[in-house]
Nanobody
Framework: QVQVVESGGGLVQPGGSLRLSCAAS????????VAWFRQAPGKEREGVSC????????HYADSVKGRFTISRDNAKNTVYLQMNSLKPEDTAVYYC?????????????????????WGQGTQVTVSS
């Protein structure tokens, strides 16, 4: 069974940092593109960042460029999202999603409808 599980969310003050983890079970993440999405109350789910399969390209939403970094550790079968300089508007439930794309490490869209395997989400709250 293909499953991804997020962890690392929490409450942080503005300007602080968090690192989210997306751990895979039942499959090897090497051949999957993995993306982070977020959804704030009353808003649509939006793409945050994506990393292509293997050591593929990365892609960031304009709102997080320069603050967030996505990376993968294939040995640990985990993808990370390092979030720095957090703002109150970053508050949301963050979801990890994966899609099997072994032949194209450049495939890395921020479109939720294109990803088939989703985690349950982890809450990130940025507040003083």
């Amino acid at each position: 069974q293909v499953q991804v599980v997020e962890s690392g969310g929490g409450l942080v003050q503005p300007g602080g940092s968090l690192r989210l983890s997306c751990a895979a079970s039942g499959f090897t993440l090497d051949y999957y593109a993995v993306a982070w999405f977020r959804q704030a109350p009353g808003k649509e789910r939006e793409g945050v960042s994506c990393i292509g399969s293997s050591d593929g390209r990365t892609h960031y939403a304009d709102s997080v460029k320069g603050r967030f970094t996505i990376s993968r550790d294939n040995a640990k079968n985990t993808v990370y999202l390092q979030m720095n300089s957090l703002k109150p508007e970053d508050t949301a439930v963050y979801y990890c999603a994966a899609e099997y794309v072994p032949e194209d490490s450049s495939w890395c869209p921020l479109l939720p409808g294109l990803f088939g395997s989703w985690g349950q989400g982890t809450q990130v709250t940025v507040s003083s």
